[in-house]
């Protein structure tokens, strides 16, 4: 039975909640915004850490310690009672260490996105495109394993760039996800797998999801991590999936999102790119200093 005091939907007056989601960068902007469509009063502060950024050069004891710090930082600062890990490095390296430091839920992108690949896939084999620490760290293949799939990883390390430069629809950026996806096709065919579902295991790729979808054999399912990660908090807060559409005539427009923005370095360029992870204006990013 759901639980009204729970639910960010209810209608009985009851303060929505606060959402806390990290990102060890931006892209996890596109986390936030499937968390926006489908909780659209509740509301959310997020934190990239981008002073700190890369992750995936960092070692796990590091990564831990930064990843707990900004977990901390939305818990005790900006009163998160409910936190969204939107990173796939700090997901696969540093969850439990995030679940150690802070008295809320947590919830990370990759347990998600492969809950996502199972309900999917009628051939038992996928295929998961990321960045080289989230591959090095074999975390979505160990979740695809534990839910009885076998998963196949590659690093794609070209992408994050080219969608920073903003050729989301390039012709460059295409050919090289072509490029990239045949040679994950052409290893799992000399493997014996048969993949139907590609999982798209990195926060940025969401924005290439039309050019992977054109690249993709026929028939084979593309599953957003992003999305997948907003449907399981959703269920977190006993509310069904209902993306929020365009209001009819006579209905109330989708109130607007009650969100903060911070940043540990960078803030212009926060600004600048994160409207087009997030798909809307940013609004003024606050900096915030979390130590070295």
Partial sequence: MNNPGNNPENKTGATPPTIGVFDSGFGGLTVLRALIQRLPRARFAFLG?????????????????????SAQFLV???DAEFLVIACNTASALALDAIQDAVPVPVLGVIEPGAEAAWA??????????????????????AACRARGLRALEKACPLLVPLVEEGWTAHAVTAEVIRIYLEELNAEAAAQGMKPDTLVLGCTHYPLLRPLIERAVPAGMR??????AAAEAALRHFNGR??????????????????LRCFATDSVEK?????????????GKVELVDLGG
Wanted: hydrophobic residues 40%; proline residues 8%; negative net charge.
């Fill in 49 to 69: 850490d981008t002073a700190r950024l890369p992750y995936g050069s960092k070692s796990r004891r590091t990564i831990a310690r930064y990843a707990a710090e």
């Fill in 76 to 78: 005790n600062e900006q």
């Fill in 120 to 141: 999917a896939s009628r051939a038992g084999d996928v295929l998961v495109i990321a960045t080289d620490a989230t591959v090095q760290s074999h975390a979505y293949a």
């Fill in 222 to 227: 593309v599953i957003d991590s992003a999305e």
């Fill in 241 to 258: 999936a209902a993306p929020a559409a365009a209001p009819s005539a006579g209905q109330d427009a989708p109130p607007e999102p009650q």
């Fill in 270 to 282: 926060f600004e600048r790119l994160g409207s087009r992870f997030l798909n809307r204006p940013v």
